[in-house]
């Protein structure tokens, strides 16, 4: 069974930057890919981030590139997801996932994964 604990998630102005953890744990082989998306209130999920464990891609919403950066480490089975110049609009429970499953290893699927944290919640202040 698939355990992911997620951290880091908070309140801050916009301008400020945010570090998201989740540590994941229950598995021998490493994941195809890691990824983090989110889900603003009353919105959609949206992928905003993928990572291959090994040799691939990586992959990064639109709507965050240039200010997030997804970074992995596999000895301690966790993927980060650094948030800088965040805005108002990066409000959202943030949820981290891990996929065996490379047809799922997209922005447009990742959170199809069923392999996911319970969210860390962020807030972005004008």
């Known amino acids: 069974l698939v355990h992911m604990v997620e951290s880091g998630g908070g309140s801050v102005q916009a301008g400020g930057s945010l570090r998201l953890s989740c540590e994941t744990s229950?598995?021998?082989?490493?994941?195809?890919?890691m990824g983090w998306f989110r889900q603003a209130k009353g919105k959609e999920r949206e992928g905003v981030a993928v990572?291959?464990?090994?040799?691939?891609?990586?992959l990064i919403a639109d709507s965050v590139q240039g200010r997030f950066t997804i970074s992995l480490d596999n000895a301690k089975k966790t993927v980060y997801l650094q948030m800088n110049s965040l805005k108002p609009e990066d409000t959202a429970t943030y949820y981290c996932?891990?996929?065996?499953?490379?047809?799922?290893?997209?922005?447009?699927?990742?959170?199809?994964?069923?392999?996911r944290g319970q969210g860390t919640p962020v807030t972005v202040s004008s």
């Open positions: 996932a891990v996929t065996w499953t490379p047809t799922l290893c997209y922005l447009a699927r990742i959170f199809e994964s069923q392999n």
């Open positions: 229950g598995y021998a082989s490493p994941g195809t890919c």
């Open positions: 990572i291959y464990t090994h040799n691939g891609p990586t």
